[in-house]
Structures are given as C-alpha cells and as structure tokens.
C-alpha cells in the first residue's frame, strides 16, 4: 500500500498553519477593536500575522488589506482603483494570461489584452503601446500559476511608472516560493499557495495608490477577519520562506526528472521554459488525451493532480493561458509541487504518467494516428 | 474531404481529423466542422506537431444551436518538417 501523492495547485494546509490557528482560536476569539484585555490579545495575534506577512511581501504591515479569497483581492484592487481613477477612463491593461478572477473584473471596466509571447512572457513592446494612452489600472501576474513563466517585472513597472498608471501585481502563485516581486504599487497574495488556510486573501497596497471603496464603507475592514485563518497564514508563510533555499532549487530538479519522463511518452507538449520558470509548477498538454480522463487515470494509480482542460464541459473554454501560448489545450495536465514533494512521490507519478496517458489513448482508439 | 465533428467535445474533433488524415494522400484538404471551442487551437496546434498546414476558417451551419465553424487542413507529405529538410 503506497500513500497518496498530492500535486495540486491548493497546498495541503502546513502543520505550522494547523498549530497556530488552534492556538489562535483560544487566543484570539476576542473583538480586536476593543480596549480590553482580551480585546487587545487579539489584536496583538493579528499585529504578529499582519508584521510576518508584511515582511515576506516586502510590504509594510499597514499596507495590508485582507479579504475572504484571492479572488476578492483581485476584484477589489481592480474595482478600487478603477472608481477611483474614474477621470482617466476604464481602461485596464492586462496581460493575455492574468488569472481569470482579474479578466473578469477587468472586463467590468474597459480591458485592454495584451499579448504574450510562446514562452507566456508578455509582449513588452505590446505593454509599452497599450500604456502610451491614458489607463486607469495595468495589471500583470509574478509568474503564471498555470505554466510558471515568470514575468518581466521590473520593465513592465517601469513602463507603468512612467505613464502614471499603478501596477497590481498578481503573486498568487509565488509568494513564499520564490523571493517576492521586485516591483508594484498593489500585491496580490494567496495563503492557500502556500499551506496556509483556504478562506483568506492578501492585497498589499502602497499608500501611493488612489483607491476608492465601492459600497458601504467598513469602519474597521480587516476586524472582520477571522484571526485563526490570518494566524496561520502567516505562520505557514514563515515555515514554507524559511526553507525556500533548499525548496527551489531541489524541486526544480525533480521537475527537470518529470519532464524527462514525459519526453519518452509520444506527442506530449510542455509549454513555458523550465530553466527561468518557477521552480514548483509546470503543466503539459497530451494530444489525443481527453484531461478528465487522465486526472481520473491518474488519481487511480495514486496521484492527485490539476488540470486546465476544457474537455470537462461543453459550455467551458478552453484554458485562455494556453490559448494565448498557442499550445495544445487538450489532455492538459497542471503540477504543483508542494514544498516537501519527495523523490519517492515524484517516481510514483513518472511511473503512473505513461501507462495512464497510455490507457486514455487506447480508450480513445488513437493508436497510429 | 470533410469531417463532421460539430456536437463532438475535445479532443473528438482532433482524433477525428487525425483518423480522416491517416488515409489520405499528402496534399489533400480536410475541411472538419467543430463547435466545441478548444477545436480551433488544438487544430492548429494538430497541424504543427503533424507538418500539416490550416489553409482557412470559416463560419459553418449551426448544430443544435451551437455556433459551428469550419477548418481546412492541407496534408503535408510525409517527412516535410522533419529535421533533415529544416537543416
């Protein structure tokens, strides 16, 4: 009996996240926004978490606003800033690859895509002219959560800087994983990348920024915040950066091993460039291989994985990151490698990847095509 | 020659055209009629893995409702993108 391989893009909750939100539910039950002395212990709690989280973000504690999900955060960076830049007109510039979240609430207003290039690195030269007019928002992501690709920062903030427009940068795949973004005016963070607990999303947001709340204005916006959640975030996030050094580099070479068993299955695209990508998430495309299929295929021989296939619904697309790459879309499989991934579980999925892609394609009849 | 794949969800339409290819002679056109919307990047990517060539898209008649559109492929002869005619 072998145990269970787990490489989704939801990190399992972290053991120190586990800890401390128990401890926090003895701890910080309490109204943080009172004066007395149980109030003020919650507060302390989430003065800890709001500091922690803040240093990893390269952020101060007092630039955090927190929100129930990372798609909230998204939501509202864009909303916020749009409402307020009003004057300048709706147009969000964006790359063709931002999560789905931020096209959404982009499309609210006026969305501006961007092209990228085969790798998934935005078109610079593309970012530059779709800047030249006057934009109320840009946005770009750190790196692709679906097929790594890190994303020109610095250029594009420069490019940002000068036409007066703030950037919101999307790191909900990074943070904790690689050093944090080098350059933005809003940060989008998500616990759940990085073990911590799935019902809390992080937006940094430097005062610079005009933003302007849509709605009711909330007298307190983050007491309303569960502080076990907030709590365990942060102490996640310390365990998960603090062995980052020896994470990275280790699970890029366990990714290099899996491409390398994928390169002896037949027809098997592997979008993005592994030498310059995140070093814990790829994804590949089988042709002739219907995605659901092969999850099942796979979670049957032991491995839980991730996928970006349209196959799984007439009415859905397929996946927008992919099309913009112009790679195959179908029979695509995503991998997250969490930070304790062993060499054990990565030969269990090297073992399980071609008879499973195997099985789906005899099922499908697609021998010699 | 011509494909009817409309109704048919991915990766059908390609495994369709792939089996409508295997018995043509290079230099033929496939015309395959799709409605699922992933079709029209996995033909094109299709094309590029098998050294073929999309030559056309255009809108085709409806199926049960659902927009359709049609894609030609042109066969490309056997070896025309192996490495040795590239160098």
Avoid at chain 1, 55 to 66: F, K, V
Avoid at chain 1, 242 to 260: C, D, F, M
């Amino acid at each position: 009996m072998t145990s269970r391989v787990y490489l989704d893009a939801r990190a399992p909750l972290h053991p120190a996240a586990r800890a401390a939100i128990l401890e926090a539910l003895d701890d910080g039950w309490a109204d943080p926004g009172r004066l007395h002395s149980e109030g003020r212990r919650a507060a302390a709690l989430a003065d800890r978490a709001k500091e922690t989280i803040a240093g990893h973000l390269g952020a101060r504690p007092a630039e955090l606003r927190l929100t129930p999900t990372h798609t909230a955060s998204l939501h509202r960076a864009v909303v916020d800033v749009v409402a307020a830049r009003r004057r300048l007109g709706g147009r969000v510039v964006h790359s063709a690859v931002e999560r789905a979240a931020l096209l959404a609430a982009a499309d609210q207003a006026e969305p501006v895509s961007v092209p990228v290039r085969s790798d998934g690195r935005v078109d610079l030269d593309a970012w530059r002219a779709a800047l030249a007019e006057p934009a109320a928002l840009a946005a770009l992501q750190h790196a692709n959560p679906e097929v790594g690709t890190i994303q020109p920062l610095p250029e594009a903030h420069e490019a940002a800087a000068a036409a007066g427009v703030p950037l919101l940068v999307d790191a909900g795949a990074t943070i904790g994983h690689v050093p944090a973004p080098p350059a933005w005016d809003l940060l989008a963070a998500d616990p759940a990348s990085w073990g911590g607990p799935a019902g809390l999303g992080v937006l940094a947001v430097r005062p610079r920024v005009r933003t302007r709340a849509t709605g009711p204005a909330d007298e307190e916006p983050w007491v309303g915040v569960s502080l076990p959640l907030l709590a365990g975030a942060a102490a996640a996030l310390d365990a998960v950066a603090s062995r980052r050094a020896e994470a990275a580099p280790r699970r890029r070479v366990l990714l290099e091993r899996i491409r390398a068993c994928l390169g002896t299955i037949p027809d098997v695209e592997v979008p993005g460039d592994p030498a310059t990508g995140l070093p814990h998430v790829m994804t590949f495309s089988c042709l002739y291989v219907d995605g659901e299929a092969l999850l099942t295929e796979l979670d049957r021989r032991g491995v839980a994985v991730g996928s970006g296939s349209a196959c799984t619904a007439s009415t859905l697309e397929p996946s927008h990151v992919l099309v913009a790459m112009g790679v195959l879309t179908h029979g695509n499989v995503r991998l997250t490698l969490p930070v304790d991934v062993t060499d054990e579980q990565v030969d269990t999925l090297c073992a399980a990847l071609p008879d499973a892609v195997a099985a789906v394609r005899a099922m499908l009849g697609t021998s010699g095509l | 020659m011509i494909v009817d794949a409309r109704g048919d969800r991915c990766p059908m339409p390609i495994i369709r055209l792939a089996r409508a290819a295997a018995g043509a002679n290079p230099g033929t056109a496939v015309t395959v009629l799709w409605t699922d919307a992933a079709a029209r990047h996995d033909i094109a990517a299709w094309a590029r893995m098998r050294g073929h060539r999309v030559v056309g898209e255009e809108v085709a008649e409806p199926a049960d409702g659902h927009q359709a559109w049609a894609t030609t492929v042109l066969l490309g002869g056997a070896g025309t993108t192996t490495a040795a005619t590239l160098r």
